[in-house]
């Protein structure tokens, strides 16, 4: 725990040549956000489907009659309050995870981390916090994206099976929920995206010894991400939801 706080110390600095942060930063946009789209999108459509479908054959099996608009509205306030900021972010902290544990290890044992502090870099700086900026920058987009997508995943699911009425479903979507409930899904992601970028570039930095470490470091560095992950998820609901 020293360590990680002793690194965060030094990555969280102002950085030394501001252009080169930025094309670093643009990079890692693209690296870390951008080539996830697909796999947050497909995610997304099959989990609000089966979050639809489980929502129907709840209400069906109970004793009280509930409307079919709720069908839509459970859909949505599930999907905000759980599953597109924790389950994509635990999926993201596998693919993410596991690339930053890489590179950054990759970059230690072939000793380049070793050279950027010969030439008088802030390693930390210069590799972290482009990772640290661009996750906490764009984990959000890909969370929204995700709510739409597994909203419209609940839609499809109601079309393919005709459990439920189009017209309900989207009534039940465009009930009201409190905003706090908004605040709290984005707060956690942002949380999350600390974690995932700082994490795996904790472990990966400090790795040591060759290629078979590198694999040790990015596995440790997954497992780690995922029970932070969940601890923090216990954490800010208790904050925010209490």
């Not at 995870?97 to 870099?121: F, K, P």
């Not at 210069?126 to 900026?133: Q, S, T």
Request: net charge positive.
């Amino acid at each position: 725990m020293g360590e990680y706080i002793l690194l965060m110390g030094k990555t969280l600095r102002r950085p030394q040549k501001g252009r080169m942060f930025f094309k670093l930063f643009m990079r890692e946009i693209n690296d870390l956000g951008v080539n996830s789209f697909g796999l947050v999108l497909f995610t997304s459509i099959f989990v609000g489907a089966v979050v639809a479908i489980q929502m129907y054959n709840n209400f069906k099996s109970s004793s009280i009659p509930v409307p079919p608009n709720f069908i839509g509205y459970a859909t949505k306030v599930v999907l905000i309050l759980e599953f597109s900021p924790t389950i994509i972010s635990l999926i993201l902290a596998g693919k993410v995870g596991s690339y930053i544990a890489s590179s950054i290890g990759t970059m230690r044992v072939t000793e380049q981390i070793d050279a950027l502090d010969i030439m008088g870099v802030n390693s930390p700086n210069f590799l972290i916090l482009p990772k640290i900026f661009a996750n906490i920058l764009f984990n959000p987009v890909l969370i929204a994206i995700s709510i739409v997508f597994g909203i419209y995943g609940g839609y499809l699911a109601g079309v393919a099976t005709g459990n439920w009425t189009q017209n309900n479903y989207i009534v039940g979507i465009q009930m009201y929920i409190p905003n706090k409930f908004i605040w709290y899904a984005f707060f956690k992601t942002v949380v999350f995206a600390f974690l995932i970028a700082t994490i795996p570039a904790y472990f990966g930095y400090n790795v040591k010894g060759g290629s078979l470490e590198v694999g040790r470091s990015s596995t440790q560095a997954v497992v780690w991400t995922m029970v932070m992950i969940i601890i923090a998820e216990l954490i800010s609901t208790q904050i925010f939801l209490s």
